[in-house]
């Protein structure tokens, strides 16, 4: 806990090259499942520092967009012989199968809400791009759906710094904790209706 709350003396540029790299992590495929990307952008925001709101939205977008765009990039090279490994394996057909599925019937509008859909948001890009959807079109639409979901945790850390100043204990940690609260009251109808829309289910 000690070494997390240190996270505010950090100089703000090297806040936010970390931040961009977690959410690089976040958006590879198997490894996003372990990095905590919605606590990064918490942590960010919790330092409170004037300028770091725009820059932990900039972060966060070109962190999510370097690795999506090496994934759909592994997706067009390599999807049917990386589907039939042991990474593909991990995954599961039934993911992998799943996530065409959404693409076929979503196609765009599907990878702008990809960042709400855990697991899949690591998935999408690796299935658009075997699918052959169009790079430019795959970028727009994850740009902005990169943006939206960094812009509802900057407004929930804002909102969660807010009321840290009112709680015991250290700042930056209480707005991690009651940020994360309000995140998964504010994601879970969400979620659930998209995966209405999607047919997908919760993944395990």
Do not use: H
């Given at each position: 806990m000690?070494?997390?709350?240190r996270?505010?003396?950090?100089?703000t540029?090297?806040l936010m090259?970390?931040?961009?790299?977690?959410?690089?992590?976040?958006?590879?495929?198997?490894?996003?499942?372990?990095?905590?990307?919605?606590v990064?952008?918490?942590?960010?925001v919790?330092?409170?520092?004037?300028?770091?709101?725009?820059?932990t939205?900039?972060?966060?977008?070109?962190?999510?967009?370097?690795?999506?765009?090496?994934?759909?990039?592994?997706?067009?090279?390599?999807?049917?012989?990386l589907?039939?490994?042991r990474?593909g394996?991990?995954?599961?057909?039934?993911?992998?199968?799943?996530?065409?599925?959404?693409?076929?019937?979503g196609?765009?509008r599907?990878?702008?809400?990809?960042?709400?859909?855990p697991?899949f948001?690591a998935?999408l890009?690796?299935?658009?791009g075997?699918?052959?959807?169009s790079?430019?079109r795959?970028?727009g639409?994850?740009?902005l759906?990169?943006?939206?979901?960094?812009g509802?945790?900057l407004?929930?850390?804002?909102?969660?710094?807010?009321?840290?100043?009112l709680?015991?204990g250290n700042?930056?940690l209480?707005?991690m904790?009651?940020?994360?609260v309000?995140?998964?009251?504010a994601?879970l109808g969400?979620?659930?209706?998209?995966?209405?829309?999607t047919?997908?289910?919760?993944?395990?």
């Amino acid at each position: 806990m000690d070494e997390l709350a240190r996270i505010g003396d950090l100089p703000t540029t090297l806040l936010m090259a970390a931040l961009g790299l977690v959410m690089l992590a976040d958006a590879v495929p198997l490894l996003g499942v372990l990095v905590p990307g919605d606590v990064a952008i918490l942590a960010a925001v919790g330092v409170g520092r004037p300028a770091t709101g725009a820059a932990t939205v900039a972060s966060v977008v070109a962190g999510c967009l370097a690795g999506w765009s090496l994934s759909f990039l592994a997706g067009r090279v390599y999807g049917e012989r990386l589907r039939r490994s042991r990474v593909g394996g991990w995954i599961g057909e039934d993911r992998w199968t799943a996530a065409e599925r959404i693409l076929r019937s979503g196609g765009g509008r599907m990878v702008l809400v990809a960042p709400f859909l855990p697991v899949f948001n690591a998935l999408l890009p690796l299935a658009a791009g075997g699918l052959r959807m169009s790079y430019r079109r795959f970028v727009g639409c994850a740009a902005l759906g990169a943006a939206a979901w960094a812009g509802l945790y900057l407004a929930l850390g804002t909102a969660s710094r807010a009321l840290a100043g009112l709680l015991p204990g250290n700042p930056l940690l209480v707005t991690m904790a009651v940020g994360l609260v309000l995140a998964f009251l504010a994601l879970l109808g969400t979620r659930r209706r998209l995966r209405t829309v999607t047919g997908v289910g919760q993944p395990g």
